[in-house]
T-cell receptor
Framework: GIQVEQSPPDLILQEGANSTLRCNFSDSVNNLQWFHQNPWGQLINLFYIPSGTKQNGRLSATTVATERYSLLYISSSQTTDSGVYFCAGYTGGGNKLTFGTGTQLKVEL | GAVVSQHPSWVICKSGTSVKIECRSLDFQATTMFWYRQFPKQSLMLMATSNEGSKATYEQGVEKDKFLINHASLTLSTLTVTSAHPEDSSFYIC?????????????FGPGTRLTVL
């Protein structure tokens, strides 16, 4: 099946730093999405981004579907940004989300 | 925005008992819902697709008789873990698409943490 790899797997930042998280997929995916899973386990929608670039406050995302990757940018990180970031896309022309391996982010004071 | 709730948030049960987890779409209707399982420090794995008014579709390797899914209405899907054993301990999460287009943005419930003693 399709593989969705995220990098880096773990990331520690000082508050205020910027970061880029990457999502690579081995085959075509549709309607890529980014989620933040907070320390309590709740998944929060960040972006629905099949292609192009979107921005929401300190976060932005870019998907280049033809090259099978997506990037999530976090600027001026805050401790509340800590958690796990997942990308996910629909594969095989169906409606099943395949999740990436995740990036565990910790933002320290 | 679309809100999905789950109940209970956490449950501890003895080995051999059955546990029911509810997933509700609070402000929208969902003909399709999805159930995931997540082990510590791992990604989410799709277990099954819940279809309102019809049988659920299970992913390869998921035991249908152990994980019973019922989608009785447009706002409620239930997952029953039957004869639970310690290896069934996990974090169970449901989701629903925000529109009738099932490949639209998915909204996730807060999850249910199951511990089987």
């Amino acid at each position: 099946g399709i593989q969705v790899e995220q990098s880096p797997p773990d990331l520690i930042l000082q508050e205020g730093a910027n970061s880029t998280l990457r999502c690579n997929f081995s085959d075509s995916v549709n309607n890529l999405q980014w989620f933040h899973q907070n320390p309590w386990g709740q998944l929060i929608n960040l972006f629905y981004i099949p292609s192009g670039t979107k921005q929401n406050g300190r976060l932005s995302a870019t998907t280049v579907a033809t090259e099978r990757y997506s990037l999530l940018y976090i600027s001026s990180s805050q401790t509340t940004d800590s958690g796990v970031y997942f990308c996910a896309g629909y594969t095989g022309g169906g409606n099943k989300l395949t999740f990436g391996t995740g990036t565990q982010l910790k933002v320290e004071l | 925005g679309a809100v999905v709730s789950q109940h209970p948030s956490w449950v501890i049960c003895k080995s051999g008992t059955s546990v029911k987890i509810e997933c509700r779409s609070l402000d929208f209707q969902a003909t399709t819902m999805f159930w995931y399982r997540q082990f510590p420090k791992q990604s989410l794995m799709l277990m099954a697709t819940s279809n309102e008014g019809s049988k659920a579709t299970y992913e390869q390797g998921v035991e249908k008789d152990k994980f019973l899914i019922n989608h009785a209405s447009l706002t409620l899907s239930t997952l029953t873990v039957t004869s639970a054993h310690p290896e069934d301990s996990s974090f169970y999460i449901c989701s629903a698409p925000g529109t009738y287009t099932s490949t639209d943005t998915q909204y996730f419930g807060p999850g249910t943490r199951l511990t089987v003693l």
